[in-house]
């Protein structure tokens, strides 16, 4: 059976431990050979940036979140042993790891290292699909001969060389499309590699739950369910124009992926029409403190994927869904297109400021549209508000001093309270 080392990327037929370098990090799949497509996702990112940058937290728990926006961006594995997630309000993630660092992002950083992998990506292919800042799909279809090694090989290069130069750890998914490649590449964090062939697709998803669907969130968990729909085995059991009468497009596409089939492909090229992130409260609530430290949460990662693909936007929206299901929309034309955090945060919590009453709200999210390249934003302050260029370039500098000199070389005063 074909196997691979993935620390001197020896091939190989099967066994425990590589034959040459005697390491039992082995990848053995019959298929590992023959498989093209993948997702690359960078094992906690940007905990792991921080990590990587100040060896002092090498080995503690650590959040990156926090303020008076109180939700958990992201945690690094020892804090997600105890429990901690992201989205999770921040009080709760200290009521189950109390000994954390907790530090605010530093996306300037992120931005860096995360173009420094995408550049290792694009000496393998041009057919890349950025997710976000620090997952992407890689089509690495008919390159064998322009390498002299199969996709495989390449892949277990790229992430030794994200460990050799740039000290962080990504996790490879290998199949024979996008949607098992997601799937895999989630099997075996941090640092795995998995692979799911053609000739076990039935197999590996007949008892996996819906929720391995990306996309598929606790709302659309929640339908399925009433439906008595909770594995893929439970699918299969249904007729397509069923699924379609019940769910309407979506049931069509839970058929074929009900059955491994994924057609969609992987462009670097797709145009993009909109950005958007949301999330699903598992409780409806009206806590303000709890609403804007999502809010900005969302912000973050709309800003992620916007930075991840070089692009900007001139209109946030704001999308908010009451207990009772009805929906509200806002949206707002901005004076300078922007892919900032801040500058979508802000406008967001203005539409949101907007919306009369206090109800209880369900789901919250933030949009970016009528996108352009990044290198046309972002270039003028706001003459209503005087201070935002200044706030942006400050920001910046900050990024970059903190990306040089570690997190703690530059705080904010309320960061100190």
Known sequence: MPALCRDCLCQFESGPRCPTCRSPRVMVHDELFSLSIAHMDCDAFYASVEKRDNPDLKDKPLIIGGGRRGVVSTACYIARIRGVRSAMPMFRALELCPDAVVIRPRMDAYVQVSRQIRTMMEELTPAIEPLSLDEAFIDLTGTERLHGAPPAVMLARLTKRMRDELGLTGSIGLSHNKFLAKVASDLDKPHGFSVIGKAETGDFLRNKPVGLIWGVGQATRTALEAAG???????????????????????????????????????????????????????????????????????????????????????????????DHSLISRRLALRDASQLTDTIYRTARGLMDQVPGQAAYRLIGVGLSDLIPEKDADRSGDLLDPQASRRIGAEKATDEIRAKYGPEAILKGRALR
């Open 229 to 323: 729909i909770r594995t893929f085995s439970d699918l299969l059991r249904w007729e397509k124009p069923d699924l379609v009468a019940r769910f309407g497009a979506m049931g069509e596409r839970l058929w074929h992926l009900a059955r491994g089939q994924d057609k969609r492909r992987i462009s670097s090229s797709s145009p993009i029409k909109s950005i958007s992130n949301e999330t699903t409260f598992f409780e409806d609530t009206r806590d303000q403190d709890i609403l804007d430290g999502h809010l900005w949460r969302l912000s973050e990662k709309v800003s992620d994927r916007a930075k991840a693909r070089s692009i900007a936007g001139r209109v946030v929206t704001l999308k908010l869904k009451r207990a």
